[in-house]
């Protein structure tokens, strides 16, 4: 359900679709605490029980951070701030909005997964009240008890997109930036890390700057949202920057195909197995196979958008 990951980091599972697929973060500092990412409206009982089981009160949550406010990162925010009552929610400037009136992004999450499946996934969202919300521009410093959490704008995966800097720990907080290592990608010989490129504002250029922005601070960790903290990070960032160069490529070469988008997808599904046969893998083709379908689809999707608007 948790992981405590030192220096006052706890990493939650956020128990979205199934565990080890998403998770959020919780900083305790000198009797202040942070929530990094926030899951959906679902996951707050997890993180329930490891404040009950550290003897964190709500009124010590100073700030509710989502790096983003696609609802895997932003669905619990209004659940959150509810029960947090000194909290601000701390947001990009571009997606704040959307929380403190979520009926578009409802209305959009519905019109893709339908509305039996969206309640499934996400439960209840709820408004935040704009008073208690922080706009956060490029170069904002929090302070918990402290200890600083700088903020940077990082577009590519989203407009709406900024991490967090921990310097306490020379840690990032990389939402969807620095790409996805779910549990089942960590090899005896390294991990894999493949990049998340959904639609609808994917753009390559604006996501390799954001990953070098992240890498020119030399960081000791990378806190993922998808999933858990990674310490390769060299490795990890030309792992992601070569396959954001193929994806690009790929789409590319695509664009004219009548059946564009399942050719993305297909294509994109086979350059990956391929990347994974670099690895001392655990299971079979068709494990990693049926384990990376949604993002794949996903990736394909992000892809054909960003081809239809550069058309």
């Given amino acids: 359900m948790f992981i ?4 006052g980091i706890f990493c939650i599972d956020a128990d979205y679709v199934r565990r080890g697929l998403a998770c959020f973060y919780l900083l305790h500092h000198r009797g202040e605490v942070a929530i990094i990412e926030t899951g959906t409206s679902r996951s707050f009982g997890n993180l329930q029980s490891l404040m ?10 100073r700030y509710v951070i989502p790096t ?3 609802l895997d990162h932003a669905g619990g925010a209004g659940a959150m701030m509810r029960a947090f009552p000194e909290a601000s929610l701390v ?22 997964y339908g509305e039996a499946r969206y309640r499934e996934l996400y439960g209840d969202i709820r408004a935040v009240d704009a008073q208690r919300v922080i706009e956060a521009e490029d170069g904002t410093t929090l302070d918990l008890a402290g200890r600083q959490l700088l903020i940077r704008d990082t577009p590519g995966h989203a407009n709406h997109h900024f991490c967090v800097w921990d310097a306490y720990t020379e840690g990032w907080f990389s ?6 290592c779910y549990p089942e990608l960590r090899f005896a010989d390294g991990n894999f890390v493949l990049p998340t490129t959904t639609p609808v504002q994917f753009n390559p250029e604006k996501l390799i700057s954001s990953i070098e922005l992240l890498r020119s ?11 858990n903290q990674l310490e390769s990070i060299s490795t990890g960032a030309e792992q992601l920057l070569r396959q954001i160069e193929r ?22 599904s086979e350059y990956t197995l391929q990347q994974l046969s670099d690895f001392r893998c655990v299971n079979d083709r068709r494990f990693y196979r049926q384990l990376l379908q949604m993002d794949m689809k996903l990736n394909a999707q992000g892809l054909d958008v960003w081809l239809s608007r550069n058309a």
């Fill in 91 to 112: 947001v990009h400037p571009k997606g704040a909005r959307h929380l403190i009136d979520p009926a578009k992004l409802i209305a959009g999450t519905i019109a893709v």
């Fill in 247 to 268: 994806y690009r490529q790929i789409a590319l070469s695509l664009r004219d195909d009548d059946d564009r988008l399942q050719a993305i997808e297909r294509q994109l």
């Fill in 52 to 61: 009950a089981s550290k003897g964190l009160q709500p009124q010590q949550v």
């Fill in 217 to 227: 601070y030399q960081p000791r960790k990378i806190y993922l949202t998808h999933f």
């Fill in 68 to 70: 983003h406010v696609h």
């Fill in 175 to 180: 939402g969807d930036v620095f790409g996805i």
């Fill in 4 to 7: 405590e990951l030192g220096s």
